[in-house]
């Protein structure tokens, strides 16, 4: 028996509808991808270089990809909802996302130069990002929807993580050393503690063996972290009581903690009998993700034994099924041989008409994309994770090439300002007079060092705060790059002084033989000086915001002198200060 021509044609009609319906739906998901991957590209790529790199903060790259399965798993409706032409709440709520997201990349870091990327604001502007993304796109009862994974993206900011965990990772790294200790006692003959703090071992290979020490990357905070992550997202989708839930993810720290004490045992194992290539080469950069992998799975076959299922992922089809059933049963049921029913209606897309909001994206997200690839420059001063690079300019200080730094005079009464545990140091900076440079001056170049804990203190008691409050007058004022960070360069005179000087001067986070810290430096040289500058460092000078006004008026040809002057004196000292940047040692890895 052939089906009635009506019910072909809403069958056929019905098939069209579905398939430009997925053909929007897929579309529109692409461009969401490539708008979020095309701002934040560099940033991502952090993430994900992350990784491979063995630090506490490693996992903080599995994020954006557990986002994406929390988005798979909740983006799909429920139940069915009328499409949304009115698009006035959308735009109101979603292109201000969008342009906080670029302001952040665009306007913070010239106002906070390194610390933009120390703090890793860059990743606070993703979730704004995705999220003002998703509103345009899809609509707000989306966002809704996926309120969780876009608060789940804002934990890959490292900075929480800094200010918490790793202040407290020698006692993790204590920790793992008494695990490592107490494994030792049952396997005599393997390694043996060496004098010293308790972390550097003895292997006992051949003849001499070789020693290994347990630093704070062994000490498992990362994968403490990263299966934190993973577990608390699986927290999301899994069903029942919350404490048996919070018991699960304990347990599961528990065994990470355990894995990796026997990932350190194995190691020594690895070594006493094939040696440091072997266990230190190629078992080490491996063993550690393949038990966290362990770990992750051990846990997932387990919840049953806490009493916990994955909540019912087949929502939609349920849903779908009940509505079939529903039109099934208002025609009559279904007798044998009846024509088939036609399928239930399909859902059309949430925003029908999404052209304008692609436009809107894409725009946005390639201007940031832009700002965000500008972040490169953060590589000389700063890690992936934020972390510094650079060592502390009072206890290693940099110069350029044919120069040389010497120590002039320390200020204590400065730490009325900075804070007890700042040092104020003053440094002749001075050409050997040899060398072959590009920078030549026979004039010394004063540099103040101020160092502290607190990089508040230098917004409080800011140079040009400085300058004014001693009566210095300030004739020229400006922001530069200095190839990573942002100085300031001012031109000032001082009536009794009679004289006027020329100051760049930046703030970097450095790592010290105290721990992380904040350092200002202050470059100082008289306008009057004689200097030669054969070739400006790359790069240097390019000013992020310019506002360089001569105040003074002397008339004619003595203002036009004046200007060549200061402006020749401040393409020295600022190419002077970039080649100090990078030149700058790098801080040794622990």
């Known amino acids: ?120 604001i860059d990743l606070l502007a993703l979730p704004l990002f995705a999220s003002g993304a998703i509103v345009l796109l899809f609509g707000v009862r989306t966002l809704w929807r996926l309120r969780l994974p876009m608060l789940f993206l804002f934990l890959a900011w490292p900075l929480p993580y800094t200010a918490v965990i790793l202040r407290q990772i020698e006692l993790f790294t204590s920790t793992t050393l008494l695990g490592v200790r107490a494994g030792l006692h049952a396997m005599p003959g393997v390694a043996r503690p060496l004098p010293g703090d308790g972390s550097l071992f003895q292997i006992q290979h051949g003849q001499e063996g070789f020693p290994v020490g347990v630093a704070s990357a062994c000490s498992g905070v990362n994968g403490l972290v990263g299966y934190a992550l993973v577990g608390g997202a699986f927290l999301f989708e899994l069903s029942g009581r919350w404490w048996r839930r919070a018991l699960w993810l304990l347990t599961g720290l528990a065994l990470v903690w355990v894995l990796n ?43 049953g034994r806490f009493g916990l299922s994955f909540g019912a992922a087949g929502t939609s089809l349920a849903t779908d099924a009940a509505t079939a059933t529903a039109a099934g049963a208002a025609g009559g049921g279904d007798p044998a041989g009846a024509a088939p029913l036609p399928p239930s209606p399909v859902r059309p897309p949430v925003v029908p008409r999404t052209r304008m909001a692609i436009a809107v994206v894409l725009v946005i997200g390639l201007c940031c994309g832009f700002a965000n690839a500008d972040l490169r420059s953060y590589d000389l001063v700063a890690n992936l994770d934020g972390s510094p690079r650079l060592t502390a300019y009072q206890d ?24 007890k545990d700042s040092d ?48 210095y007058r300030l004739r020229s004022q400006r922001t530069v790059d200095l190839g990573g960070l ?38 100082m040289l008289n306008d009057g000086a004689d200097v030669r500058l054969a070739a400006q460092v790359p790069g240097a000078g390019a000013a992020r915001s310019a506002s360089l006004s001569i105040t003074d008026r002397l008339g004619g040809s003595q203002q036009k002198a004046a200007d060549k002057r200061v402006a020749k004196i401040q393409t020295f000292l600022i190419s002077l200060a970039a080649s100090t940047v990078a030149r700058q040692p790098a801080a040794p890895t622990s």
């Open 1 to 120: 028996m052939t089906a009635p021509v009506g019910t072909v044609k809403a069958l056929l009609h019905t098939g069209d509808a579905a398939d430009r319906a997925m053909t929007h739906h897929v579309r529109t998901i692409a461009v969401c991808l490539v708008a979020v991957v095309l701002a934040f590209h560099y940033s991502l790529s952090t993430l994900v270089k992350t990784l491979q790199v063995d630090t506490p903060l490693a996992y903080l790259g599995l994020v954006p990809a557990i986002s994406l399965v929390l988005i798979a798993r909740r983006a799909r409706r429920d139940t069915w909802e009328p499409p949304i032409h009115d698009r006035q709440v959308d735009y109101i709520v979603g292109v201000p996302l969008l342009l906080v997201a670029l302001a952040i990349n665009l306007l913070l870091p010239v106002r906070l130069s390194a610390m933009f990327w120390l703090w890793r």
């Open 261 to 303: 004490v026997a990932r350190i045992l194995g190691i020594f194992v690895a070594g006493r009998y094939w040696g440091q290539a072997f266990a230190i080469d190629a078992l080490h950069p491996v063993l550690g993700l393949i038990l966290f992998n362990v770990a992750v799975i051990a846990m997932l076959c387990l919840m």
């Open 396 to 419: 290693r200080p940099g110069h350029p090439f044919g120069w040389r730094s010497r120590k002039i005079a320390d200020f204590g009464w400065g730490r009325q300002f900075f804070g």
């Open 424 to 471: 104020w140091a003053r440094y002749d900076l001075a050409w050997d007079g040899i060398s072959k440079t590009d920078f030549k001056t026979r004039t010394h170049v004063t540099v103040d060092v101020v160092s502290t804990t607190d990089a508040s203190r230098f917004q409080t008691y800011g140079i040009e705060a400085c300058y004014q409050f001693h009566g």
């Open 486 to 523: 942002t100085a300031r360069v001012l031109s000032w005179s001082s009536s009794t002084l009679d004289s006027t000087w020329t100051t760049v001067y930046w703030m970097w986070p450095v790592k010290s033989h105290l721990g992380t810290r904040y350092e200002r430096v202050v470059m």
